[in-house]
């Protein structure tokens, strides 16, 4: 074939080959909505099974409550490790072996790695069973995805719904009353307790405004044209429920971390918001979040979908008071510097924070008396595991994340930003094993003890 022609060949293939690609794109484009919910539908239950094994492999997921130590209302905490080893590891062995035999030998628990999102290819927000059923009930808007319903046993997670503490009310204790609030009944709870400004900053926080899968677009996950998602939804009652996403702000979409929602008790203390964006005020927060992480940072989305711009001088202001009047829970063993009293705490209790501002090296970060710095560090976990790809997920380096508060922290499982640990003693052997401590295991079970009465 001559010169010319080969080229004119080679034109004429890509021509065609690019016209094919739109056309593809295109009828992708086209899809419609009866036929995305049936295609999604059908592949759901090929991903539940698939994070279900993962889990299963991961952590022993059986109820096993304290009998000592319970949440804010009631709620029994989860006793004892959850992580599983390897065949043959211990934990004490484990300790032993420096990062470098750990990574080699492929012998990190995977409990341990980055937990992915409940389908993290879908990614977005997915609600627990219990705040989607009392939602519908109190207000009609039904947060169920036709496409995946959330991973995590209620038995880890925090209890619903949470009790409510104000800064400015201490002397009223649990405001909540054992209620979710919602735009149905927050008038009623706060109207006399509440200035004006704070009342329209709650009322705020309660509405629903268009999220990336909640919204009236045909590309939505709910079955129905949608109102959306409000702040309270994933931080219900102020607190946390444990609803989970994947951050915006990371790509491509495998590095993406899967969200563990913070409390927002103690708001009022803490100078850096979002795990690591490292924004510098609530306001801050409260305003980018729902521009940019209820669309996943795409801004083309956020227009199609129906982004509600926050007024900062006033709508931002008033929703970032209300959050700043969200106090901890009360911790009576604990004196005004945050340390233990002797005439009420126990034995180990004192031994665990003899731990925790010694051999645990814990408040070397997280500093009384609400038990953070403030600032952010970067763990180097990828030091004990070769690069893999989990259900989706990417575990490699995550770099540094913000001091989150440790006061009132048993109310909030599951742990790290990820929501990787279940169990605040999966927790301490974690940094036993990061921060390479080799606590024995009385040490670790003091330590532990102590958390409890933070």
């Not at 004006?196 to 309660?206: D, I, S, T």
């Amino acid at each position: 074939m001559p010169a010319r022609s080969r080229i004119q060949w080679a034109f004429a293939t890509l021509s065609l080959t690019a016209v094919v690609g739109l056309a593809l794109t295109a009828w992708a484009e086209e899809e419609d909505f009866p036929s995305l919910v049936k295609r999604l539908q059908t592949e759901k239950p090929k991903f539940a099974a698939r994070q279900q094994a993962l889990l299963a492999e991961r952590y022993d997921l059986a109820d096993r409550p304290s009998k000592e130590t319970v949440m804010s209302r009631g709620k029994p905490v989860q006793e004892g490790v959850r992580v599983k080893l390897p065949a043959g590891m211990t934990w004490e062995k484990l300790a032993g072996m420096t990062p470098e035999e750990i990574k080699d030998k492929s012998v990190w628990p995977a409990g341990f790695l980055p937990l992915p999102h409940p389908h993290h290819e879908a990614g977005g927000m997915i609600f627990p069973k219990f705040l989607i059923e009392e939602t519908k009930k109190q207000t009609d808007r039904d947060l169920t995805r036709f496409d995946l319903d959330f991973d995590l046993p209620d038995h880890f997670l925090p209890e619903f719904p949470a009790a409510i503490y104000l800064t400015t009310r201490p002397d009223l204790g649990d405001v909540s009353k054992g209620k979710l609030v919602t735009l149905t009944n927050f008038n009623e709870m706060f109207k006399d307790i509440l200035n004006p400004k704070q009342l329209e900053g709650l009322r705020l926080l309660v509405t629903p405004f268009p999220q990336q899968q909640f919204n009236a677009t045909e590309d939505r996950r709910s079955l129905k044209a949608h109102q959306g998602a409000a702040c309270f939804d994933c931080h219900a009652n102020g607190h946390t429920n444990a609803s989970t996403h994947t951050v915006g702000d990371i790509r491509p979409n495998e590095h993406r971390h899967r969200i563990d929602t913070p409390t927002l008790r103690g708001v009022n203390v803490q100078r850096l918001f979002g795990s690591q964006r490292a924004l510098k005020t609530v306001e801050d927060f409260t305003e980018f979040e729902q521009r940019a992480a209820y669309f996943d940072g795409i801004p083309a989305d956020a227009a199609r979908k129906g982004t509600n711009v926050l007024e900062r001088g006033s709508q931002v202001h008033f929703m970032a008071e209300f959050q700043a009047l969200l106090d901890f829970p009360p911790a009576p063993k604990l004196n005004v510097f945050g340390k233990l009293n002797p005439a009420k705490a126990t034995e180990n209790e004192l031994r665990g924070q003899e731990i925790f501002f010694g051999k645990g090296q814990c408040a070397t970060c997280h500093t009384p008396p609400y038990y953070t710095d403030n600032l952010m560090h970067n763990l180097k976990v990828e030091r004990f595991f070769k690069e893999i790809t989990v259900n989706g997920r990417k575990a490699s380096a995550d770099g540094p994340i913000k001091t989150f508060p440790l006061r009132g922290i048993k109310d909030s499982p599951p742990y790290l930003h990820d929501d990787r640990l279940m169990t605040l003693d999966d927790t301490v052997e974690f940094f036993n094993l990061v921060l390479e401590l080799k606590l024995s295991a009385q040490e670790k079970k003091d330590l532990v003890a102590f958390l409890r009465a933070l």
